[in-house]
């Protein structure tokens, strides 16, 4: 889990990553900015879910926990896009 960033990455933030843009269905991962305080559990750094709409500037992202569907709204900051193998 990570608990600090490197000495010269603290304080700043991915454009790319701020304005990234998913589409419903698409898998993506949760992956914590350090820099930006965050509004969910930091026990799901790492968990992988679905994408189901945009809700202003955050994401409906469905994750299973414990096999037990859940709902949270996280920003696009914290968010991985994954890719499916075929």
Known sequence: MLKRKRLRT????????YFQVFKPGDSVAVVRELSI?????KRLQGKVGKIIS?????????????????HYFI???HLKKIEEAK
């Open 75 to 77: 920003k696009p900051i």
């Open 54 to 70: 945009k809700q202003g500037e955050a994401y409906h992202v469905e994750i299973n926990d414990l096999n037990k569907k859940k």
């Open 37 to 41: 305080p965050i509004g969910y559990s």
């Open 10 to 17: 603290r304080g700043k933030i991915s454009f790319s990553r």
